[in-house]
């Protein structure tokens, strides 16, 4: 099963509005990363946060992590038409070498 | 730097066909890693290595045979393939574990079995 699950599956914005993706987990975690899919490409890494960080920015992206409720959330403000991808979160229980990924949530962004 | 390379980008197999999907990576990273991802199930880890000579089992291992004898090469091989193998697959390498280091990612083999 899937350690991380996204919210919502699909999200459809206009060009110049925020974007807000969430992503439970449900084992204790080290750290939580964010990726972008852009259709048929490999996926890009966006942010790592580490269990001890509530929250991490770079450039449009915010970051954060409540490991209270195991979630995190990613926003992307003032979202651009290449912006539309699907951004995943992933984790690795109990640390180590395994990254589990959610199912993602599909974004676009409308001109 | 040509990061994650991954060949061939498409190929239609028969069933019960056997072929070797192609990772090399020019980042000198111990860590690589095979998911597979089908429409609505994420990425799923198939095998993974934590460096030369060292491989082990992710979540869907079976049908698929995994050798690391260079650091820069990571072959996947579908012994006999079957339809539920349709998929895209995805070789991924990071400079120390997955779960501390961001994961670079190779764009893709698109498999197709009939």
């Known amino acids: 099963s899937q350690q991380g699950e996204e919210d919502p599956q699909a999200l459809s914005i206009q060009e110049g509005e925020n974007a807000t993706m969430n992503c439970s987990y449900k084992?204790?975690?080290?750290?939580l990363q964010w990726y972008r899919q852009n259709s048929g490409r490999g996926l890009v890494h966006l942010i790592l946060?580490?269990?001890?960080?509530r929250e991490k920015h770079s450039g449009r992206l915010r970051v954060t992590l409540d490991t209270s409720k195991k979630s995190s959330s990613l926003l992307i403000t003032a979202s651009r038409a290449a912006d539309t991808a699907s951004y995943f979160c992933?984790?690795?229980?109990?640390?180590?070498?395994?990254?589990?990924f959610g199912e993602g949530t599909q974004l676009t962004v409308n001109p | 730097n040509a990061g994650v390379t991954q060949t061939p980008k498409f190929q239609v197999l028969k069933t019960g066909q056997s072929m070797t999907l192609q990772c090399a990576q020019d980042m000198n990273h111990e860590y690589m890693s095979w998911y597979r991802q089908d429409p609505g199930m994420g990425l799923r880890l198939i095998h993974y290595s934590v460096g030369a000579g060292i491989t082990d089992q992710g979540e869907v291992p079976n049908g698929y045979n995994v050798s690391r004898s260079t650091t820069e090469d990571f072959p996947l091989r579908l012994l006999s393939a079957a339809p539920s193998q349709t998929s895209v697959y995805f070789c991924a390498s990071s400079s120390q574990p997955p779960y501390n280091s961001p994961l670079h990612f190779g764009n893709g083999t698109r498999l197709t079995v009939t």
């Open positions: 992933a984790t690795s229980p109990g640390g180590g070498s395994r990254l589990t």
């Open positions: 084992t204790s975690i080290n750290n």
């Open positions: 946060i580490r269990s001890n960080e």
